[in-house]
Nanobody, 119 residues
Framework: QVQVAESGGGVVQPGGSLRLSCAAS????????MGWFRQAPGKEREFVGRIHWSAGSTYYADSLKGRFTISRGNAKNTVYLQMNSLKPEDTAVYYC????????????WGQGTQVTVSS
């Protein structure tokens, strides 16, 4: 079993920055990818980006390249989502999810953290 938990959400003004954290615990050696997703009110869940757990390589949704960056912490069980130049349309609940090496999809999800971009 793997547990993931997001933190760091809040209210930020347009043009501002915010960093979200995702802490993984449990059988973390089985993690293959760690992804970030978001869901805005009335919209479907959207892929933001992901990081390869061991290699550290990243991949992003085209629409978010250049503004969002995913990285791993020194403790290696924490993943970050750095969000810059935030826009009101970035307002959403942001989720962290882990995909283990035996799964074809993300199979461990956090509870989500709310990000609101508003003046």
């Amino acid at each position: 079993q793997v547990q993931v938990a997001e933190s760091g959400g809040g209210v930020v003004q347009p043009g501002g920055s915010l960093r979200l954290s995702c802490a993984a615990s449990g059988r973390t050696v089985s993690i293959y990818l760690m992804g970030w997703f978001r869901q805005a009110p009335g919209k479907e869940r959207e892929f933001v980006g992901r990081i390869h757990w061991s290699a550290g390589s990243t991949y992003y949704a085209d629409s978010l390249k250049g503004r969002f960056t995913i990285s791993r912490g020194n403790a290696k069980n924490t993943v970050y989502l750095q969000m810059n130049s935030l826009k009101p349309e970035d307002t959403a609940v942001y989720y962290c999810a882990g995909r283990t090496n035996w799964s074809s999809d993300y199979n461990y999800w956090g509870q989500g953290t709310q990000v609101t971009v508003s003046s």
